[in-house]
């Protein structure tokens, strides 16, 4: 994509130049913005994935910089956007960018966030004990990159903490693996489960006993792919019956709310602070968000896939795979 830039690069005596970046310097740390067109290709999904990260933890705490992404994000993902070109695009995140100083003056009563803070406050004084000591998820423990097990597979499901005594085992591979074989263990070694399916999924069987409330397990997949032996390892819990039942209390307080869209967004911060990662992903699943909000919900997803452990690239529905 060829991109014409408003702003001249730096040149002394250049005094609209310099004009410009004294006006943007009064505002948010805007000097150290990407251009729009980092923000166009980070919206496209065409940026590797450590631009891609490096373009989040600064959408994290740069509300003009994201006042320009929504509505690109918008007009990327509605049906119409292949009516428009690529320059139309690009055009507008050129101009969102610049007015973005602009934008950010305004003050969006009733945005998804807002509502999200009010849906978090009333749930605080509904239920004081599950939600003691909750606060919504900042802009950095979103953008933390949790360290996983890799070795050529991605283990997805069960992770961190799950609340299924029963859990379903689910993972990704390179595609070159006919069968997988799939071994449940304690922390200590013991082997509780092997099976080998040809399937990326496995269901915990029925005749084994249930996984006990509290304990951690680890679980491994191994596989012959096309080039070599395809290996990885997780471990998660077994949440405590407490946790279960909160969770339990919590699910229909949100389906009870008046504002049930930002009161399950609530709900996703309040999973993820307990690791209840996979029932964090599943909550997300049932959200449909207006296009306005699509940047609020893409952080939440991808700070839920990486404490999941699952690479962008595999996670997104456009790269493919
Ligand atoms: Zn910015």
Redesign the pocket.
């Known amino acids: 994509m060829e991109v014409i830039l408003l702003l001249p690069p730096d040149r002394a005596g250049d005094d609209d130049a310099q004009l410009l970046r004294r006006l943007a310097a009064t505002d948010?740390p805007?000097e150290a913005?990407p251009d729009a067109n980092d923000l166009a290709a980070w919206v496209e999904r065409r940026l590797s994935r450590r631009a891609s990260r490096t373009i989040e933890g600064?959408l994290a705490d740069?509300p003009?910089?994201r006042e320009v992404v929504t509505p690109l994000a918008a007009a990327v993902s509605a049906p119409t956007s292949r009516l428009l070109t690529r320059t139309v695009l690009l055009a507008a995140a050129l101009l969102l960018g610049f007015g973005a100083l602009y934008l950010s003056t305004l003050t969006r009563p009733g945005s998804l966030s807002d509502r999200v803070q009010i849906a978090a406050a009333e749930l605080a004084s509904a239920h004081p004990q599950e939600m003691a000591g909750f606060e919504l998820l900042t802009g950095a423990d979103l953008h933390q990159s949790p360290q996983t097990l890799r070795g050529g597979c991605t283990l997805v499901t069960p992770s961190n903490t799950s609340l299924e005594p029963r859990p379903s085992f689910a993972w990704q591979g390179d595609g070159t693996v006919q069968k997988w074989t799939v071994v449940l263990r304690t922390v200590a070694g013991e082997e509780l489960w092997r099976e080998t399916t040809d399937r990326p999924s496995l269901s915990y069987p029925p005749g084994k006993p249930d996984l006990t409330s509290g304990e951690r397990y680890l679980w491994e997949i191994r596989g012959a792919g096309a080039t070599g032996e395809v290996r990885g390892g997780k471990l998660f819990a077994v949440a405590s019956a407490q946790n279960v039942a909160a969770t339990a209390r919590m699910r229909s307080a949100v389906d009870a709310h008046r504002d049930a869209t930002a009161a399950r967004i609530t709900l996703v911060h309040w999973l993820l602070r307990r690791d209840l990662v996979d029932a964090a992903v599943e909550e997300l699943g049932r959200i449909v968000g207006p296009e306005q909000d699509w940047y609020l919900l893409e952080e939440l997803r991808g700070a839920a896939a990486r404490r999941q452990g699952v690479p962008e690239a595999e996670r997104d529905p456009k790269s493919g795979k």
């Open positions: 948010q805007h913005c600064h740069c003009p910089c």
